[in-house]
């Protein structure tokens, strides 16, 4: 049950796009569409951003995006905004009928 | 309004017990599985646990497999985690949180603070 790699870090200009990349395995990330994303802003619960890899919640911004190759989710910030400065975690359901998260995402806007 | 209100943190000794609450309000909470997670201080978050919506499926993370229990009231809408032999490293801000899609959580309390320590 290790967690899923993420980037420490990722920046952009507002107005720009950037991805963060969540690498699994084959026993999580690569075995199941069920991939989800969370936006955490500081000393916040978490807010669901992306479901089963792809699908927003009603109320969620279609500046993000979500999509999967084999073991790698990822989730697309479009337009950045200096709203969106947050952490960012990605979860799966693994072949063990548990979840996983990733190692998180600190998202800057330059 | 969907609410989800953590309680029973607290502080306690290494080897100590200590039960979290969720009060759950705004949907039926016997339909819907739900989960603990919890996020040590200035570290990422951790699922801990899963139940559905009768208890009678239930999931840990290794870590807490044998010392921790979750479980349900449904009843009196609520959650619990029941947290025993406790270690410095279970420290953490614990969520609870509602699977309202598959596989996702859509709501989350505020969380609520164990301390761990002598």
């Known amino acids: 049950q290790s967690a899923l790699t993420q980037p420490a870090s990722v920046s952009g200009s507002p107005g720009q796009s950037i991805t963060i990349s969540c690498t699994g395995t084959s026993s999580d990330v690569g075995a199941y569409n069920y991939v989800s994303w969370y936006q955490q802003h500081p000393g916040k619960a978490p807010k669901l951003m992306i479901y089963e890899v792809s699908n927003r919640p009603s109320g969620v911004s279609n500046r993000f995006s979500g999509s999967k190759s084999g073991n790698t989710a990822s989730l697309t910030i479009s337009g950045l905004q200096a709203e969106d400065e947050a952490d960012y975690y990605c979860?799966?359901?693994?072949?063990?009928?548990?979840?996983?998260f990733g190692t998180g995402t600190k998202v800057t806007a330059l | 309004e969907v609410q989800l209100v953590e309680s029973g943190g607290g502080l306690v000794q290494p080897g100590g017990s200590l039960r979290v609450s969720c009060a759950a309000s705004g949907f039926t909470l016997s339909t819907y599985w739900m989960s603990w997670v919890r996020q040590a201080p200035g570290k990422g978050l951790e699922w801990v646990a899963n139940i559905n919506g009768d208890g009678s499926s239930i999931h840990y993370v290794d870590s807490v497999k044998g010392r921790f229990t979750i479980s349900r009231d449904n009843a009196k809408n609520s959650l619990y985690l029941q947290m025993n032999s406790l270690r410095a490293e279970d420290t953490a801000v614990y969520y609870c949180a509602r699977y309202g899609y598959y596989a996702a959580m859509d709501a989350w309390g505020q969380g609520t603070t164990a301390i761990v320590s002598s």
């Open positions: 979860n799966s359901y693994t072949t063990s009928s548990t979840y996983v």
